[in-house]
C-alpha cells in the first residue's frame, strides 16, 4: 500500500489550479492507485490529487464504506440545485471542520478509469464530496465557504453544527485532536504550520467554557 503524505494549509500546492490529463498512462494509474490507498488508509471522504503534491485533475470519493473508491478524472461540474448548509473537513486541515454551504444536488462530467466519458448527478455526501474535491484542483479550499459567522471548530465528539455552548476549550480540543487523525499521513512540520497559519488567519473559532 504506497501511501502518499498529505500536505496541508497552508502548502502553496493546494492553492494552484491542477492541470488537465491528456492520457491515462501508468503515472496516472500509479497515482490514482496511490491516491485511493492514501484515503483508505485516512479513512477520509474524499482526496484530491493537489493534496499529495501532484497538479493534475485528478480526484477520489469513497461514497459508502461498502463501495469502491472511485478516480474521477477531469472532473468537471455542469450543474448544481439548491443550498444547504453542512458541516465539512478536509484531509489538509486534519483536526477542524467547518460549517460551509454546499448544493442540495450536483451534474458532473468526467472520465473514468478505462478512459470513458461518464455524467452523474449526485446528491447528499457524494454531491458534497464532488464539490469539495473539485474546488481542490482549481485551488479552492472548504475555509473559502466558511459562513461569514463562523470559523472552524477543533473536531470534537460533542461538536453540533450551529451550537455555540460546546463545553470544551481550544486546549482540551488540542489533546484530543491529536488523536482524530492519522499521524501516519502528515509531517509534524505540516501539522505545527497548520496550527500557526490557522492562528494568523483568525479563523479558528473561540470555543468558550460553558459547563450548564
Ligand atoms: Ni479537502
Redesign the pocket.
Known amino acids: 500500500m504506497p501511501i502518499r503524505p498529505v500536505l496541508t494549509f497552508p502548502n502553496s500546492l493546494l492553492r494552484k489550479r491542477a492541470e488537465p490529463v491528456k492520457k491515462i498512462d501508468n503515472e496516472i494509474m500509479n497515482l490514482i492507485k496511490d491516491m485511493k490507498d492514501t484515503l483508505t488508509e485516512a479513512s477520509g471522504v474524499?482526496?484530491?490529487a493537489n493534496?499529495v503534491g501532484v497538479l493534475k485533475r485528478v480526484i477520489v470519493i469513497s461514497n459508502s464504506p461498502e463501495s469502491d473508491i472511485i478516480a474521477y478524472i477531469n472532473p468537471e461540474i455542469t450543474n448544481r440545485k439548491g443550498k444547504r448548509t453542512v458541516t465539512e473537513g478536509?484531509?489538509?486541515?486534519p483536526g477542524y471542520s467547518g460549517i460551509v454551504t454546499r448544493s442540495i444536488s450536483v451534474s458532473a462530467r468526467y472520465m473514468d478509469e478505462s478512459g470513458g466519458r461518464v455524467k452523474i448527478t449526485a446528491d447528499e455526501l457524494l454531491s458534497q464530496a464532488l464539490e469539495?474535491?473539485i474546488d481542490?484542483l482549481n485551488g479552492i479550499?472548504?475555509v473559502d465557504h466558511l459562513r461569514e459567522h463562523e470559523k472552524l471548530s477543533a473536531v470534537d465528539p460533542e461538536y453540533r453544527p450551529h451550537n455555540h455552548d460546546i463545553n470544551v476549550s481550544i486546549k482540551v480540543q488540542n489533546n484530543q485532536y491529536e488523536s482524530e487523525f492519522n499521524k501516519k499521513l502528515y509531517t509534524k512540520i505540516g501539522i505545527d504550520d497548520l496550527k500557526l497559519a490557522l492562528d494568523r488567519a483568525d479563523i479558528l473559532k473561540d470555543v468558550e467554557q460553558a459547563n450548564d
Open positions: 474524499g482526496l484530491a493534496q478536509c484531509l489538509s486541515f469539495h474535491e481542490h479550499l472548504f
